[in-house]
C-alpha cells in the first residue's frame, strides 16, 4: 500500500531514551510545512509520544500502545493507518517501541531502518546489537551536545558501525541545540524527493 502511493515509510529505532520522540519534534517543526507527514508512535504504555508529536505540530499521529509487547509488527502498521486519507501523505514516521533487540527482525512495510544512539550510552552499541546495524540504511548519533561529559567516543562509535555496516549514512546531531540537523532535513527531504521519483535538489 505505501509503495503504490510512494510514501516513504521510515521505521525508527533505539534503546529507550535515545530521543526518537525528539527527533521527529524537531523534524515535525522543521519541514512540517514542506513535507506531508503521517507519525505512528508505538509505546509499550502511554500516549506521552504521540501527545508530544500532536504538540508539535503533528497533524496525523496515530498511537500503538502495544500492552507489552517489545516491538511493532506490519499488522499493526496496517490498523493504525486504515482509517486515515494518505491521499496527501508523502512521508510515514514509524516510531518502534525502545528496543534494539527484536524490532530488528521486523519488517514493517519500512523503505529503511534509521538506528539512534545517543552519546550518553555505550559507544560499543554497533557491536552489540549487530543485526540492528546491519539492516538500518541510517545512523543517528544523538546528543552530540554531551560530548566529553562521558567516555562515549564519536570516531569509536562511527568505527563499530563501519565494522557492522559499511554503506550507513551517518548523522552527527543534538536535538537539544539543533546542531547538525540541517543534513538531517535535506537528507529526508531528498529521500522523499526520491521515492517519488524526482531528483534530489542539488546542494
Ligand atoms: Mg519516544
Ligand atoms: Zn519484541
Not at 71 to 76: I, N, Y
Not at 150 to 157: K, P, Q, T
Request: net charge neutral; glycine share 8%.
Amino acid at each position: 500500500m505505501l509503495a503504490e502511493r510512494k510514501i516513504l515509510a521510515l521505521n525508527l529505532v533505539s534503546s529507550p531514551g535515545s530521543g526518537k520522540t525528539s527527533l521527529l519534534e524537531r523534524t515535525l517543526k522543521a519541514l512540517g510545512e514542506r513535507v506531508n507527514m503521517v507519525l505512528i508512535a508505538g509505546d509499550v504504555q502511554t500516549e506521552n509520544d504521540a501527545q508530544r508529536l500532536i504538540k508539535a505540530g503533528g497533524r496525523i499521529v496515530r498511537p500503538i500502545v502495544t500492552g507489552g509487547a517489545c516491538h511493532l509488527d506490519a499488522r499493526m502498521i496496517t490498523k493504525a493507518l486504515e482509517d486515515i486519507d494518505l491521499s496527501a501523505a508523502e512521508l510515514l514516521f514509524i516510531e518502534n517501541v525502545g528496543n534494539l533487540v527484536c524490532p530488528s527482525s521486523y519488517d514493517l512495510g519500512e523503505d529503511m531502518k534509521v538506528v539512534l544512539i545517543s552519546t550518553t550510552e555505550g559507544d560499543d552499541k554497533p557491536l552489540k546489537y549487530p543485526s540492528m546495524f546491519r539492516r538500518s540504511s541510517a545512523f543517528v548519533i544523538n546528543k552530540i551536545d554531551l560530548l566529553g561529559q562521558s567516555d562515549f567516543e564519536l570516531a569509536r562509535v562511527k568505527d563499530n558501525a563501519r565494522q557492522i555496516n559499511g554503506t550507513l549514512t551517518t548523522f552527527e546531531l543534538s536535538c537539544r541545540t539543533g546542531e547538525g540537523l540541517n543534513g538531517w532535513y535535506q537528507w529526508l527531504e531528498d529521500q522523499v524527493a526520491l521515492k517519488k521519483g524526482r531528483p534530489p535538489k542539488q546542494p
